[in-house]
């Protein structure tokens, strides 16, 4: 195939370094506010959304709070802290309200091409799981949020949520589950296509088969990119200049700061984690699971290792999935280089990752033995989620790479920073996302966080046409019930989600 490349780059007023979910979401946002102005995508693949946003490269939960019991943190007088899991639910609702927005506007299209209803699950085994989980429930159905969990310790109810979760169980330990119906799947990839099939209808330059390779500030303060053309042929570079770079290269996002040599990223460094599941495609089996089920992540291992036995719908086919396993693949990207741990390391960053290896044993134990993992131990994990579950119906596959994020910390070197971390110039001329979890379905909240430290002075001006996208930006739910309700039915309703249960 040739690719063609442009004679000629005009300056542009925004320019998107990188095809993911993020890219899309930051280009969605710009082109509402300031349809006006001149926006470019720079990916260095033949399509975009082809890396962690790819529909098989992540795990397509919704992340609302509902669900992962490591958002939610046991305190030793008993009481539990609900603070992480409600502002994951808060960011999500903003999420949700976007994208109906979208559909309404017809950008997005059928609602069910890229989010479908699954319930989500948390499954706890043993007295002092089960304990915290009922502790945990207690707090959380308290909260608007999360008024439609429900709690059962009891076998055959939990059965009846999710049949692979006790068909098979044997034995007296105790178990208990919560169930959310408010819950969803979701297709990043398909999301992200979406979104720039829309953006190239209002003129956004979107350039694929090409690198940002290096970028250096002009004079005026504006940037110039380097940008590598990969004609299949031949390469071709072609410099462009920008008043704003949003580096949304995912796991390459911190690698184009430092070439940026902005301060600001210095101090951030990362290491690879690579990740496997198990996959079911068997429909019999399907058709007896409708959840994500998530369980506890192992001691001193990040959010993102949470087991789960999930649902997925993707091209309105289901399948079963189960992990994350690490994998042994040291790149930060699927398509990248096997020297990116070691070509992102530099002075400023070196002792923070060193410390973080030091301190976290716990960490870099489980990866190893992860990676060293063999299949019987695999199925053994599964097994403890599905009892009854055979090794012929499950294979392992490949997923996306993740760049966990280290932060330089004054007192222990370094240490893991497992949210999502927006950095950005002083000037506001450059700016990044780094951090995987909760990732994806927060972005529009993130990416709003962007555009507030990149755009101050656009605040006001921007905030009514934020409001009719997502129109409860700014109001806490938790204080606000009738109004959570209200618009968590009207986003259901648009988006064919489960509507919350009253009571
Ligand atoms: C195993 C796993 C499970 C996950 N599960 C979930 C989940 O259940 N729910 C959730 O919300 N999130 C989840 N996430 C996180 C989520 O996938 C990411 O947060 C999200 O996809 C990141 O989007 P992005 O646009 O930043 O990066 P990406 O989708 O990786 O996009 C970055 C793009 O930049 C391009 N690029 C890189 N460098 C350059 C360059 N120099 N020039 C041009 N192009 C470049 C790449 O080719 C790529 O297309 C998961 C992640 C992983 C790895």
């Avoid at 993740?402 to 450059?430: M, N």
Wanted: hydrophobic share 40%.
């Amino acid at each position: 195939m040739t690719i063609r490349t442009p004679e000629a780059l005009r300056p542009y007023d925004v320019a998107l370094v990188g095809g993911g979910i993020m890219s899309a979401t930051l280009g969605m946002l710009l082109q509402h506010l300031e349809p006006s102005w001149s926006i470019a995508v720079f990916e260095r693949l033949p399509q975009v959304g082809a890396e962690a946003s790819a529909a098989w490269h992540n795990s397509g939960t919704g992340h609302a709070g509902l669900c992962e019991p490591d958002y939610t943190i046991g305190n030793p007088d008993g009481s539990v802290d609900i603070g992480a899991a409600v502002e994951v639910g808060e960011h999500f609702r903003l999420t949700r309200e976007f994208w109906a927005a979208l559909v309404e506007e017809r950008i997005l299209g059928k609602p069910d091409t890229f989010v479908n209803p699954v319930p989500h699950m948390t499954f706890a085994r043993g007295r002092a799981e089960v304990d915290f989980l009922r502790r945990r429930f207690e707090v959380m159905s308290a909260h608007p949020l999360f008024a439609s969990m429900r709690f059962s310790a009891d076998p055959a109810t939990i059965g009846e949520w999710a049949p692979l979760l006790t068909a098979g169980r044997e034995g007296t330990e105790p178990i208990a589950a919560t169930r959310d119906i408010t819950g969803s799947d979701v297709d990043f990839g398909e999301l992200t296509q979406q979104l720039f099939h829309y953006l190239r209808s209002r003129d956004v330059e979107i350039h694929r088969n090409c690198e940002v390779r290096g970028m250096r500030r002009n004079n005026d303060g504006t940037w110039q990119l380097k940008v590598d053309w990969n004609t299949g042929n031949d390469h071709l570079t072609r410099k462009v200049d920008a008043r704003f770079v949003f580096a949304g290269a995912g796991g390459w996002a911190l690698k184009l700061l430092q070439k940026a040599g902005i301060p600001e990223a210095r101090g951030y460094g990362l290491l690879p984690v690579s990740a496997r599941f198990l996959r079911c495609d068997i429909p019999e089996i399907i058709a007896r699971h409708d959840a994500k089920v998530y369980g506890r992540a192992p001691a001193g291992a990040p959010p993102i290792s949470m087991p789960h036995l999930d649902t997925r719908v993707v091209a309105g086919k289901r399948a079963l999935l189960f992990g994350p396993f690490a994998g042994a693949n040291p790149r930060f990207l699927n398509k990248g280089s096997l020297f990116d741990a070691t070509a992102a390391l530099n002075p400023h960053n070196l002792q923070p990752v060193a410390g973080v290896l030091k301190n976290n044993g716990d960490l870099v134990r489980m990866l190893a033995s992860q990676v060293t993992s063999t299949r019987k131990r695999r199925l053994a994990s599964l097994r403890e989620f599905a009892p009854g579950a055979e090794s012929d119906d499950w294979t392992l596959v490949g997923a996306g790479q993740l760049a966990q994020l280290v932060k330089a910390d004054p007192g222990r070197g370094g240490v893991l920073q497992f949210g999502t971390e927006v950095v950005a110039s002083h000037d506001g001329s450059i700016a990044a996302v780094l951090g995987a979890s909760p990732g994806a379905s927060t972005a529009p909240a993130i990416l709003l966080q962007v555009l507030d430290r990149c755009f101050p002075r656009y605040h006001h001006l921007w905030e009514p046409r934020l409001r009719q996208l997502m129109p409860t930006l700014g109001v806490s739910l938790g204080k606000e019930p009738g109004l959570a309700r209200g618009t968590m039915n009207r986003t259901a309703e648009i988006l064919g989600l489960e509507p919350p249960l009253v009571g």
